[in-house]
């Protein structure tokens, strides 16, 4: 006899374990299914974002910086120290404590919102039913009135480098390197290549960027893309535009093992030889052996579930949420999706704004932007007016010795309602927040400048690019009105 829920989730990434959670609170009987194990063989929950994604990357990136600092900062500021060295094992160990403190917090959850954590992988086999299978090859029917896919999604492979885990890796290998690669190349100039590129290359690795595009980060306003190119380029990363990867070989032996890379670019055929190579070209859904052809679920062209904006499938018992759908594969979207979900089956009308899906990339300075850029607006021919704030004449970002960067913000020039924010800069990500959430308002420029911002902050850099949009910022700042 199967066992009955009103909701069975298969994934307990962040889509799926905030749909899980979300379903439990609202008093839905309900089970979430994860095949995922971790180095000891143990279920964990938390799926790509907390055990090999955002968490363990910001740990590594976290501990990165306060070396780099610690290097080439702390002199500044007048403080010696005679020797920095890192501990690349400790560091590695400090990761995966984090990444456990937080997957182990999820099982809490899901205990105190009674969801039953299921351990073993899931296949959606009917509108209402879901057989589980679990490590050990025995099979459980679980039947559902509404099932969730959130399973996800994993790195793409490109056949001329094709990934073994120890010299050429994915993003999860190159989160567990355990010394620093004298020279790291990365396949791919994107969020990955950039955030873990910059992880090793702070620790000392010389890190070649091989980037097919011609253009630098092209979903970037162009503005801050250049100067993100500029910056990060002076921080050690050779970021090569216009690179296509046609082969490579392994060569050396044990701990000299190393990759020779076979590349094309506008000065013809070249090689290159690393000791690591990160792929990071990319993520595909994950939906391997996950859906009964039966079923009648339908796929996209790129294998997305499709769903609606709701996240229905194309069977009304049925939805799916997170990487495996539509959309930016971010882990906020994913877990704003889940809590709609949920909250659709308890008939609320709750919806996701997909206008207002924030991005940052968590270098130094970090990168992060919402809404509208101007490229996106003058290709709609909409009118805006342009606040540019330098991090240069913000008070705080002097005494931190942290000035690179600038905010951007765009209004629109009839209405003064903000279309967009583009930040570069230390805390990038924390300063667009505030954008997003006036943004959700309707906020004006106007509102933003009429608003108090404590003294000194960073956030003053975003008063002051709301207040130059209407041409008065205090401290610099300029005003441009486009067409
Ligand atoms: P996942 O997190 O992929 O979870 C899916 C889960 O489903 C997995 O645990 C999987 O084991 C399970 N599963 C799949 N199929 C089955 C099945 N048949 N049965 C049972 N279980 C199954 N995003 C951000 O927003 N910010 C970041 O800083 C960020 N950093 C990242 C850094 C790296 C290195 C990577 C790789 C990704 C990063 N992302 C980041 C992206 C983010 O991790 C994903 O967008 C997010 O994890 C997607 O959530 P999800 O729940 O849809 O899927
Ligand atoms: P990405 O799409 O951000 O970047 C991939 C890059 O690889 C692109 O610039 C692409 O042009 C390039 N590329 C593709 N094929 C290539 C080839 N054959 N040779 C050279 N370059 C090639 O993908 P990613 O960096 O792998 O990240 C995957 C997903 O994970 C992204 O969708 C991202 O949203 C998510 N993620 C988010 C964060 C974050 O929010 N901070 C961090 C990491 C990952």
Redesign the pocket.
């Known amino acids: 006899m199967s066992k009955e829920y009103d909701v069975v989730v298969v994934g307990s990434g962040p889509a799926g374990y905030h749909a899980a959670i979300r379903c439990g609170q609202l008093g839905f009987k309900t089970a979430c299914i994860e095949k995922w194990l971790n180095k000891e063989d143990k279920t964990v929950y938390g799926g790509t974002c907390l055990n090999v994604?955002?968490i363990p990357?910001k740990a590594l990136l976290d501990t990165s910086h306060k070396y780099a600092e610690a290097h080439h900062d702390f002199e500044t500021h007048g403080i010696k120290v005679s020797k920095v060295g890192i501990d690349v094992p400790a560091m590695i160990g400090r990761k995966d404590q984090v990444v456990k403190q937080l997957t182990q917090g999820v099982a809490g959850l899901f205990t105190a919102n009674k969801v039953d954590g299921i351990t073993g992988t899931g296949k959606v086999t009917g509108a209402n039913s879901v057989v589980v299978t679990s490590h050990d090859g025995k099979q459980e029917e679980l039947s559902a009135k509404h099932i969730i896919i959130a399973a996800g999604s994993v790195?793409i492979d490109?056949p001329p480098t094709p990934v073994d885990q120890e010299t050429i890796v994915d993003?999860t290998g190159a989160l567990e390197f355990q010394e620093v690669p004298k020279r790291l190349g990365v396949?791919?100039?994107?969020?990955?290549?950039l955030?873990l590129g910059s992880v090793w290359a702070r620790l000392g690795a010389e890190v070649v960027v091989?980037?097919?595009?011609d253009d630098f980060l092209p979903a970037v306003d162009r503005q801050i893309a250049k100067e993100a190119a500029k910056i990060f380029t002076k921080q050690g990363l050779d970021i090569k535009l216009g690179?296509?990867?046609t082969g490579s070989k392994l060569g050396g032996k044990g701990t000299k093992k190393n990759v020779v890379v076979e590349y094309t670019d506008s000065d013809g055929d070249q090689k290159a030889t690393f000791d690591k190579l990160i792929v990071?070209?990319?993520?595909k859904p994950y939906t391997v052996d996950l859906l009964d052809p039966s079923v009648g679920i339908e796929l996209d062209e790129r294998g997305f579930i499709k769903v609606n904006d709701q996240c229905a499938t194309s069977v009304p018992s049925i939805y799916a949420c997170g990487d495996v759908v539509r959309g930016?594969?971010?882990a906020h979207k994913g877990m704003e999706e889940g809590v709609m979900v949920a909250e659709r089956l308890a008939d609320k009308k709750t919806q996701v704004n997909y206008d207002l899906v924030p991005?940052?990339?968590?270098t130094h300075p970090e990168v992060a932007w919402v809404g509208k850029n101007e490229e996106e607006l003058k290709a709609e021919g909409i009118e805006y007016n342009l606040g540019v704030f330098p991090f240069v004449a913000n008070g705080r970002a002097l005494a931190a010795n942290d000035s690179d960067g600038m905010v951007k913000l765009i209004a629109d020039a009839n209405t003064d309602r903000i279309l967009g924010c583009h930040v570069i800069g230390a805390s990038a990500a924390d300063l667009m927040q505030q954008v997003v959430i006036a943004m959700e308002f309707s906020a004006s420029a106007e509102d933003l400048g009429l608003t108090m911002f404590s003294h000194p902050t960073l956030s003053e850099a975003v008063h002051e690019a709301a207040l130059a949009a209407n041409g008065h910022a205090i401290h610099i700042g300029n005003r441009r009105r486009r067409k």
């Open positions: 994604g955002c990357s790195p490109i993003s396949i791919g100039a994107g969020v990955i290549g955030e091989l980037e097919a595009m690179a296509r990867v990071a070209v990319g993520r930016p594969m971010l991005s940052v990339i968590y």
